[in-house]
């Protein structure tokens, strides 16, 4: 059974960093990707950052690029993303999801399975 778990979601100020884990287990595909996607309150969810088991291809959404790096350590079953920079209009709920296959991709119908979201505040 597929499972992934986010973690690090919190309260900081605008400006300030965090660094949130996703922990998946259950998946022995030799290619996937682990993206991270948010949603604000009625808001639609959108793609935030993406990478790749095999080669490490990112994508990114345009409005965090330069502020937010993913990273992955395949042998622990671990996908980051340390968000820095925070600014109020970060503010969501931050889930990660993982599909099968090598392409990299920020659409959410595209991906298989997903964790149940950690929350994000940024505000003074």
């Known amino acids: 059974q597929v499972q992934l778990v986010e973690s690090g979601g919190g309260l900081v100020q605008p400006g300030g960093s965090l660094r949130l884990s996703c922990t998946f287990s259950?998946?022995?595909?030799?290619?996937?990707?682990i993206a991270w996607f948010r949603q604000a309150p009625g808001k639609e969810r959108e793609g935030v950052s993406c990478?790749?088991?095999?080669?490490?291809?990112?994508w990114h959404e345009e409005s965090v690029k330069g502020r937010f790096t993913i990273s992955r350590e395949n042998a622990k079953n671990m996908v980051y993303l340390q968000m820095d920079s925070l600014q109020p209009e970060d503010t969501a709920t931050y889930y990660c999801?993982?599909?099968?296959?090598?392409?990299?991709?920020?659409?959410?119908?595209?991906?298989?399975?997903w964790g149940q979201g950690t929350q994000v505040i940024v505000s003074s």
């Open positions: 999801a993982c599909r099968r296959g090598p392409g990299v991709t920020l659409v959410p119908a595209l991906y298989d399975y």
């Open positions: 990478i790749s088991s095999h080669d490490g291809s990112e």
């Open positions: 259950g998946f022995t595909e030799t290619y996937w990707v």
